[in-house]
Nanobody
Framework: QVQLVESGGGLVHPGESLRLSCAAASGDTLNDYAIGWFRQTPGNEREGVSCLSRNGENTYAPKSAKDRFTISRDYAKNTVYLQMNSLKPEDTGLYYC???????????????????RGQGTQVTVSS
């Protein structure tokens, strides 16, 4: 397991942007894992918003995030980022990163949470 720490959340207006960071705790490396971002809504629903494979070549994103959110990783900084643009009130939630499994079946990517997740960072989109 790896310890994950998120940062970058905050309160923004609709249409604004945020960049979230997911870093490994001291001594751990993120570079050996596929990493995903998930959000837990105020109604306690959980949704995967973006996943990135270990080698950075495969991604997953649901339709709600595909055109607005971009996941990337910096191997030198041992960090995975989630750039979120054109934020909407329905994007509000607790965002956390986790190690994930990923698979491509018939050209479609699938992503599921595995055994390590961070505490999360709150994102609130409100006018």
């Amino acid at each position: 397991q790896v310890q994950l720490v998120e940062s970058g959340g905050g309160l923004v207006h609709p249409g604004e942007s945020l960049r979230l960071s997911c870093a490994a705790a001291s001594g751990d490396t993120l570079n050996d894992y596929a990493i995903g971002w998930f959000r837990q809504t105020p109604g306690n629903e959980r949704e995967g918003v973006s996943c990135l494979s270990r080698n950075g070549e495969n991604t997953y994103a649901p339709k709600s995030a595909k055109d607005r959110f971009t996941i990337s990783r910096d191997y030198a900084k041992n960090t995975v980022y989630l750039q979120m643009n054109s934020l909407k009130p329905e994007d509000t939630g607790l965002y956390y990163c986790a190690t994930v499994g990923m698979e491509v079946i018939s050209g479609k990517s699938f992503c599921w949470e595995k055994d390590s997740r961070g505490q999360g960072t709150q994102v609130t989109v409100s006018s």
